[in-house]
């Protein structure tokens, strides 16, 4: 059973860059795709980014292509998510997840298990 801890949110400037971690416990996290999704107060969770098995493939909503980056090093257990350019609308708790295929997916229902959350704050 893989378990998953974000780290890296914080309160910062808009503009200004962040770079989100999601450390993984348990060697399946390698076998399968990982995402970035986001929730602000009020609002559903949303998909960000996600990420095939060996990083081959990635997807990013609109909103935030050409600002961020979804990475993984998978001898480390790690998947990064480097955002730049922030807004205030990129405001939210930010989640990690793996997915039950091999391949990049969109939708929360491909998800299997989550992290707790980090806080990313865009002040204007």
């Known amino acids: 059973q893989v378990q998953l801890a974000e780290s890296g949110g914080g309160l910062v400037q808009a503009g200004g860059s962040l770079k989100l971690s999601c450390v993984a416990s348990?060697?399946?996290?390698?076998?399968?795709?990982m995402g970035w999704f986001r929730q602000a107060p009020g609002k559903e969770r949303d998909m960000v980014a996600a990420?095939?098995?060996?990083?081959?493939?990635?997807y990013y909503t609109d909103s935030v292509k050409g600002r961020f980056t979804i990475s993984r090093d998978n001898a480390k257990n790690t998947g990064y998510l480097q955002m730049s350019s922030l807004k205030p609308e990129d405001t939210a708790v930010y989640y990690c997840?793996?997915?039950?295929?091999?391949?990049?997916?969109?939708?929360?229902?491909?998800?299997?298990?989550w992290g707790q959350g980090t806080q990313v704050t865009v002040s204007s």
């Open positions: 997840a793996v997915n039950r295929y091999t391949m990049a997916t969109v939708s929360p229902d491909d998800y299997t298990t």
């Open positions: 348990g060697r399946a996290f390698t076998r399968y795709g």
């Open positions: 990420i095939s098995w060996k990083g081959v493939n990635t």
